[in-house]
């Protein structure tokens, strides 16, 4: 995989005069890497994507951070690297914190903004924070995520296969992923975005329950909402397909940079 300011990224679709063309980049959440994404979103036809792993997870070098704006920080740098000026932030869960994050703080960067499963406010259950500060509970700690991270009809297949990717995640940087969540609060400024918004969200999530979800749609003046049946936390590997589609569809209607074709 590729690097940049240690970031390990998965590229698809550049464009041959990338510098007049604001890519979509994936930031997966608490735990995860850029596999979190599927295929379907990562590869979109005729899209130019970058799925990253943020520090501390997956093949990324960097210390993974405790805060989200640790996090936005981080990503500045890498793109700042990648000389990419402006790009539409795609944050699921954590990501969607990381995302709303950049958009009041780097705004000339956020070209739109997709938040997948999150919240202007993403308090941690207690025992999901107490289960993570130690590495000897970090096994019950991701037996209950995932308990709670998925819809009733989703495959124990693809359960499975998400709690052992989050079991590679360091003890260490799962808790302070979910301490950087916990703190996390930008309920009374979600007026001052100014970026389009698509909101999508699992109707059986009960991590970032919907009404999460509608509260971002209510309050960023440019959003819309989607709810998908049959789908939890983890909506855009439980309904890869669909939350694609949702997407492109997205990405063609708002305004991109000058010069840029939808």
């Known amino acids: ?110 070209a739109g903004l997709i938040l997948v499963g999150s919240g202007a406010r993403l308090r941690v259950h207690p025992s999901i924070l107490d289960a993570t500060a130690d590495a000897e509970t970090l096994s019950s700690a991701i037996e209950l995520i995932m308990s709670w991270a998925f819809s009733s009809k989703t495959s124990s297949q693809l359960v499975g296969l998400v709690g052992k990717r989050m079991a590679e995640t360091l003890a260490h940087v799962l808790h302070h992923d979910f301490k950087a969540c916990d703190q996390f609060d930008v309920m009374s400024r979600l007026g001052e975005i100014r970026a389009p918004a698509l909101v999508l969200c699992g109707q059986d999530d009960k991590l970032t329950a919907p009404k999460y979800s509608q509260y971002l749609s209510d309050h960023i003046p440019q959003a819309s909402l989607r709810l998908f049946e049959d789908a939890g936390h983890m909506v855009m590997l439980e309904k890869p397909d669909e939350v694609a589609r949702v997407i492109q569809d997205f990405i063609t209607q708002i305004q991109l940079a000058p010069g840029e074709s939808g």
């Open 1 to 110: 995989m590729p690097k940049a300011a240690g970031i390990a990224y998965r590229e698809s679709g550049k464009p041959q005069t990338a510098a007049k063309h604001s890519p979509l980049i994936l930031i997966h959440g608490a735990g995860g890497n850029a596999l979190h994404w599927p295929p379907q979103v990562r590869r979109m036809k005729g899209r130019w994507i970058l799925s990253v792993d943020l520090p501390g997870h997956g093949d990324s070098d960097p210390e993974g951070q405790s805060t989200i704006e640790g996090y936005v920080s981080c990503l500045e740098t890498w793109l700042d690297e990648l000389a990419i000026e402006r790009a539409i932030w795609a944050g699921h869960s954590m990501g969607g914190a990381i995302s709303l994050m950049a958009s009041l703080t780097l705004p000339s960067r956020v």
